[in-house]
């Protein structure tokens, strides 16, 4: 067997001795990533697998190739891309045709992105769409809570993507002087108030003693401002691996309906403050509590990668 991976300067080392074949890629500059992720997927069908699977992003160039092309598609490219960059999403606009004219098939991880099918994909039956799992043995389960002092409320994301929902969390902070917040993802902002935490980027073995400070976990909670209600985050995930109940503001399609660790708020744009005392009772309902595992069995990665595993077949057979 032979891995082909992209890694930065520290991180290459860490492929060493995995018991085969490596090429690595190194990421030295943002200029490097792009280039090396080229060479990845070229490097991979040059191979001759029976599927290639690349995960959709910004630049990607996609050559011909016989060996079936498989994209996953994770969001709307293009409104994030407006969000955040006016030039990139205009050389999207312009490139999408040639970027991705030699995808064979495409995996949207949820039926709205599959509706909107921003990549073009004109043949049907080669459209699918597949949520994201998680391995639930890596993930250690966080202790039972005991009765804290005050109660937390802990999220991974980035202030430098707005549907993350950083700007909300500010907001429920200053109108909660009584709940702690802990941010993990994003760095520290002047105005931000004194019981709301910043702690950078951590790595997952890092965070989960922040996290077991906690009762409740935020996912995304701006998700209106990319046009879209529906996602599948990794971190909601991720949260209930941990066993941490989770408060969201947009539609997940795979997660049990009424479950009762999720409090789904409206996608409707409204101010998050407007929702405060459903918020407010919901982390005191589970100040004692933690998500069971066998709860949420229906999320693990196994389950997840049988469906897509069927999916490569029906790709290579057609």
């Given at each position: ?257 009424g479950a009762p660790y999720i409090l789904k708020l409206p996608t409707d744009g409204s101010s998050i403050s407007i929702h405060n005392e459903l918020i407010r009772k919901f982390v ?35």
């Amino acid at each position: 067997m032979t891995l082909v991976v992209a890694a930065s300067q520290d991180g290459a080392f860490g492929w060493d001795g995995v018991g085969c074949q490596t090429i690595k890629c190194v990421n030295l500059n943002r200029f490097q990533w792009t280039l090396n992720r080229w060479q990845l997927i070229a490097t991979a069908i040059n191979l001759k697998p029976d599927v290639v699977y690349v995960r959709d992003v910004f630049p990607l160039r996609i050559p011909r190739s016989e060996t079936p092309i498989i994209l996953e598609v994770q969001s709307r490219t293009s409104k994030e891309l407006k969000l955040r960059s006016f030039t990139k999403f205009v050389l999207y606009s312009v490139l999408r045709f040639f970027m991705y004219r030699n995808v064979r098939a495409s995996i949207f991880v949820t039926p709205e992105l599959q509706h909107f099918n921003e990549i073009g994909m004109k043949n049907q039956e080669m459209m699918f769409s597949l949520g994201n799992g998680i391995d639930l043995t890596s993930v250690h389960q966080l202790d039972v809570p005991l009765p804290p002092p005050r109660l937390g409320v802990f999220f991974i994301g980035s202030s430098s993507q707005p549907w993350q929902g950083v700007a909300e969390i500010i907001q429920l902070a200053r109108i909660n002087s009584d709940l702690d917040f802990h941010i993990v993802g994003s760095d520290r902002r002047q105005s931000s108030p004194n019981n709301l935490f910043f702690h950078g980027e951590l790595a997952m073995d890092r965070y989960w003693s922040i996290a077991n400070l906690c009762t409740v976990a935020l996912g995304t909670l701006n998700q209106t401002v990319t046009e879209m209600r529906q996602a599948v985050p990794l971190k909601v995930r991720e949260y209930l691996a941990l066993g941490l109940p989770v408060i969201t503001r947009c539609d997940d399609p795979y997660i049990d309906e009424g479950a009762p660790y999720i409090l789904k708020l409206p996608t409707d744009g409204s101010s998050i403050s407007i929702h405060n005392e459903l918020i407010r009772k919901f982390v005191f309902q589970w100040k004692f509590l933690r998500v069971s595992r066998s709860q949420i069995e229906y999320i693990s990665v196994n389950e997840i990668e049988k469906k897509r595993l069927e999916i490569f077949e029906k790709v290579i057979r057609d």
